[in-house]
């Protein structure tokens, strides 16, 4: 009787909780950045990805080119 009783407190918590739960829920609104403009958000990637990969080698070519 107790657990029933328990499980039926839970599940109207949790239901309530995910309606008060915020926004509509729409794909990508909770992003810092902009899913509307494809093109941009494909640059954006490619400079902070491509930033990330790039810097080992630069490193390395500063390092073998000091003197």
Known sequence: MFSSRFASIARNFTTSAVRRGGHGGTP???LPFSLDNRFKLTALF???FGSGLAAPFIVLRHQMLKK
């Open 28 to 30: 990508g609104e909770n």
């Open 46 to 48: 490619v400079i902070f």
